[in-house]
């Protein structure tokens, strides 16, 4: 490996900025980081150069670990989308610059200058100053000079910023042919998502401070594993769908997409279902689809821009049901819209006007493997379920998850009875305020469908850490993949527990470092989740409220397998109202606690397991 991150962070007043970044760049490889402005690029462009130091980790280069040894030293070329040439000096001295500093001698200097100007299509410029250049020469100076001492990794912050779009594509296709003619490892940092396809072996997309995802550009088009990536990547319509043994359902209407021989958790549960535009069919009824329908619509929305036609249909019927949850980049979260894309030859071959009633089909939908699909405030009265929805910390996790906030009166919550069902199971992510009857609250909600329950305490603040924490080991992989969903849309710091019971033991230790590293391993590659660890004895609770009562700003998720567990582990935590917010996440390792009255809600097979990444 040419670069190797393991866990870096840096923190800015105590926030993480780049949060336990973890990737391998190989050698001669292209690497492209992608993400909005301030999600931590430059910040971890700047750790590897050795420009900032890192707070937690290792930076590895060529297999040996520089996290201590200062830029000069690391061997990299730098270039910045501020061109940074010497004002004062020659095209030919800012190139040299770097060797003269090494004593390289005059002569040697000459021959490296003249092989740069060939490389970067700058020949004979040597005595022009960087006034006398245009933005894209500048930039192309800038990139022979990073490579005068030819670094073994090149390291590119946003090159093409400042430049317009024909001058940015040249020097685009200079930098790909300098990268593949030298074949060094590069890492080129930008917000622009066509730019990270144009050039990238290989995209790692950020987003508030994490490394989200890092794949081809096809593969991470076509299978993004969380909402961020599919709607940065490109256009995507979210849907809300169900996943049935049958295929997708949306609303009422059955997709014949995604069949299933085993459902997660043994039922049919909610999905968030990825729509490209181009994905997506239109024919003037339901019977001249060639594709599987999924709702009728009007066309609202009509934009000719050339090579496609953009448009966008409001669905009347099918999928609307399905509530949307997200619709390209404008916010319709709450109507119905899908944005569709089609080429002329599509057009021509049914031509649409605005007004017009069309039928939808879609070629091909793709599931998220997300366990967290949306939320349900719930309270046993209308005002308090209403408010609950607007807090603020749910409100912006929601918004972060391009999901809805859906509200639920339950009346039996104000004293829950085990002997009441829910009228219909609840779906997504229960919510409630954390409150005096919370236990018998959050046994009702968890034994009436809802697989994860958050608890919120009316000032919660987002989190700066979240501990991760299972009661045992059939909870484990569930809990992995609410906690990776959630710190996906939290810039918070993720440290799971691993507790061992009684006391410090010198014996008992390698067993309980053995099972921290599993747990981090396997966060890692099934759900793309970079954590902490820390190990520690006694009572999970007392360990647990020992770790929380530390600050506020902590977040707890727990994973249990049985009500059972809930009450005699945790019971004592849950009889007073918690400061801190709370996700338990449920998965019932055996069919024990079903109200009989909700029979087949949780007939589950196996362990409750939720999907892995694909
Ligand atoms: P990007 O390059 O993705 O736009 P940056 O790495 O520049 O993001 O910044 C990430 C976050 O860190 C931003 O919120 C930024 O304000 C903050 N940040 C960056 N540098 C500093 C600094 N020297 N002091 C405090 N905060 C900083
Ligand atoms: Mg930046």
Known sequence: M?????????????????????????????????????????????????????????IALHGQDVTHVSARQRGVGLVFQNYALFKHMTVGENIE???????????????????????????????RLPTQLSGGQQQRVAVARALAHKPQVLLLDEPFGALDAKIREELRRTIRQVQRELKITTVLVT????????????????????????????????????????????????????????????????????PTDKLDGGR???????????????????????????????????????????MRVRMTS????????????????????????????????????????????????????????????????????????????????AARMKTRIASRVEPTLAAPDRNVAASTPISGVAVIATQNNLLQQSEWLLQNGAAELLVLPSQAAPPQRVLIHWADDSARRSTLAVAASVLRHVPAEAVYLGILPGAADDAQKPLGVRALLDARSEAQSVHGLEMRTELHFGGAAEALNRQLGESTDQMLILGISSLQQLRDQFGAMLASPVPYSLMIVYRPAKELEVNPRLDGIRDTGGAGERAALS
Do not use: W
């Not at 999924?294 to 953009?310: D, H």
């Not at 031509?351 to 070629?363: C, D, F, M």
């Open 97 to 127: 610059f770097a060797l003269r500093v090494r004593h390289m001698k005059a002569a040697d200097r000459l021959k490296r200058r003249r092989e740069l100007l060939r490389l970067v299509a700058l020949e004979g410029m040597d005595d």
């Open 191 to 258: 917000h622009d998502q066509e730019e990270a396809f144009a050039l990238a072996d290989r995209i790692g997309v950020m987003n508030l401070g994490r490394l989200l995802e890092s794949g081809k550009p096809d593969e991470l088009y076509a299978r993004p594993a969380t909402r961020f990536v599919a709607t940065f990547l490109g256009a995507a319509n979210l849907l809300l769908a169900r996943q049935t043994t049958q295929g997708i359902r949306f609303g009422s209407t059955p997709v014949r997409a995604h």
């Open 268 to 310: 049919e549960h909610e999905v968030v279902a990825v729509l490209r535009p181009e994905e997506i069919e239109l024919a003037p009824t339901r019977d001249a689809l060639r594709t599987n329908f999924i709702a009728n619509g009007v066309v609202e929305e009509l934009v000719f821009t050339g090579a496609l036609e953009r």
């Open 2 to 58: 040419s670069i190797t991150l393991d866990q870096v962070t840096k923190r800015y007043q105590g926030a993480p900025v780049v949060n336990d970044v973890s990737l391998e760049v190989a050698q001669g490889e292209f690497f492209v980081l992608l993400g909005p402005s301030g999600s931590g690029k430059s910040t971890l462009l700047r750790a590897i150069a050795g420009l900032t130091g890192v707070d937690h980790g290792r």
């Open 318 to 397: 099918g999928a609307a049901e399905g509530q949307l949850v997200s619709s390209g980049a404008e916010n319709h979260a709450s109507s119905a819209f899908l944005d569709v894309t089609r080429t002329q030859y599509e057009h021509r071959a049914f031509p649409v006007t605005l007004q017009q009633s069309v039928a939808v089909g879609v070629r091909r939908i793709h599931v998220l493997p997300t366990p967290l699909s949306s939320y349900t405030a719930c309270a046993s009265g209308p005002e308090a379920a209403e408010r609950l929805a607007r807090h603020p910390f749910l409100a912006e996790l």
